[in-house]
């Protein structure tokens, strides 16, 4: 159902970082890394984005990006 409201409001915001919080908690962390790159270049300044990445690239072993 997120899917399909996703594809009708690609540029959601909140819709997308629900998306990415389901993927990485579902452990699909590099779609959710992808997913959070294609919201970062739409709002790269958000900090809840940035802080998702965060947590992403540390679940991911990626200490030092």
Do not use: C, F, I
Not at 42 to 61: A, F, I, R, T, Y
Request: hydrophobic share 45%; proline share 6%.
């Amino acid at each position: 159902m997120l899917q399909q409201w996703l594809s009708q409001q690609p540029h959601s915001l909140p819709l997308g970082l629900l998306m990415a919080d389901l993927q990485r908690r579902s452990g699909a962390l590099e779609a959710t890394r992808q997913h959070l790159y294609l919201l970062l270049r739409l709002h790269p300044l958000n900090p809840e984005l940035l802080q998702l990445k965060v947590l992403v690239d540390l679940q991911h072993g990626r200490v030092h990006e």
